[in-house]
């Protein structure tokens, strides 16, 4: 896909790129011919691998990077020549960004003294923000005397305290351990929630993603791949590298025999057939990557309803409290997972048993042959 374009449902976009392209070194492109609109009050994620040029779109629509060719607007503005601190635009980094030497209170007051507010407006400001991160006893303190997570609600307070048109995070939960950054996710989400403002937010972590946006962009090698819903993305991904970036999935490979509408059968590498939805592939003839998600996979007498029936043997069980993931050997690849609920059902499979497995033809979906595969 070279080309992503996202209509908005009502009226135009709160934020528009339109045709645009970054080169470093003007030869190679970073970002490439990106049209991307996104609306007022939309929570729109940029999700993807270093390097795939997520970061690079936040920076020149923040203004820290000129687009090498197109244009950006924000509600109705060209950007391209308006410098940072005259977007008003709140940005939230992954290392906080707070000033050492102020307090709470004076970190957040900051961006208001800038734009000449005065001290009454200052200060009702000020404590509001901190009320909405819930940090109203603490803005005498410095940031060093505060947990990471505290910071990470004072910078994200400091981005909103100016009531910007938009707010841009990148990557702002990095530096938090897993339960906090969970935390967090559900913070943000809320205030986004409450405040209905427009948040841009950038980060490499799947499910932080899935848990906060309205939508996701999924880049990969400056093009976007697939822009859609989070339940959308995992569930009906457009192409190989979605499938793959986008939660656990298992892949078989084969050869496409025939179609029939929407579905077609496939011929496995090791000679099993089975049926698929035609999402990718080429047609009649061609290779093509089966994705089929864990939960997904039926066992036992389960899978004697199912379309497609395959054996498989166990190789490995990891007790997850609420399900035991099992790494199985199915159709020559031995690191096809099959997530099974903690019941008294399954207390007796154990590695080397053979199992039945089956699944559901639309729960199967025939896409690309990815390069490297």
């Known amino acids: 896909m070279n080309d992503a374009t996202a209509t908005v449902a009502a009226g135009d976009p709160f934020v528009s790129f339109q045709e645009v392209q970054k080169s470093y070194d003007g030869e190679t492109l970073v970002v490439k011919n990106l049209n991307l609109d ?14 795939s040029g997520k970061t690079t779109c936040l920076m020149m629509l923040a203004g820290f990077e000129t687009p090498t060719h197109g244009k950006v607007v924000l509600d109705g503005n060209h950007l391209n020549n308006v410098p940072p601190h005259k977007r008003d635009i709140g940005m939230v980094f992954q290392n906080y960004a707070l000033f050492p030497h102020m307090t709470v209170a004076e970190n957040l007051a900051f961006p208001l003294r800038v734009r000449r507010m005065g001290r009454a407006e200052i200060e009702e400001r000020v404590q509001r923000a901190l009320e ?58 809320h205030i986004h929630d409450n405040l209905g403002i427009t948040v841009v937010y950038v980060t490499h972590d799947q499910s932080e993603a899935l848990t906060m946006s309205n939508r996701i962009a999924v880049f990969n090698d400056g ?21 793959q970036f986008i939660g656990e999935n298992n892949k078989l490979t084969g050869r496409v025999e025939s179609v029939e509408g ?17 999402i990718g592939h080429e047609g009649v003839g061609s290779e093509t990557m089966l994705s089929l998600r864990p939960e ?5 007498e389960e899978a004697e309803a199912c379309d497609s029936r395959v054996e498989g043997r166990v190789e490995e069980l990891i007790y997850l409290g609420d399900h035991i993931r099992t790494r199985m050997t199915v159709c020559g690849r031995d690191d096809f997972v099959v997530k099974i609920p903690n019941s008294t059902e399954r207390a007796g499979l154990s590695p080397g048993n053979e199992v039945a497995l089956g699944w559901r033809t639309r729960d199967c979906r025939a896409l690309d042959w990815p390069e490297g595969l």
């Open 38 to 51: 996104i609306a007022k009050g939309e929570f729109l994620t940029m999700l993807g691998p270093s390097g």
């Open 132 to 189: 909405m991160v819930q940090l109203p006893e603490l803005g005498h303190r410095r940031p060093a005397q505060l947990s990471g997570g505290q910071q990470q609600r004072v910078a994200v307070a400091r981005a909103l305290v100016f009531d910007p048109k938009l707010v841009l995070m990148d990557e702002p939960l990095g530096a938090l351990d897993k339960q906090l950054r969970e935390q967090m996710q559900f913070e943000i989400k």
């Open 223 to 243: 093009v976007i791949q697939q822009l859609a819903e989070p339940d959308a993305l995992y569930e009906r991904p457009d192409n190989a590298f979605v499938a």
């Open 262 to 278: 929407d579905q077609c059968v496939v011929t496995l590498k090791t000679g099993e057939k089975v049926r698929a939805l035609s």
């Open 296 to 300: 997904r996979v039926r066992m036992g």
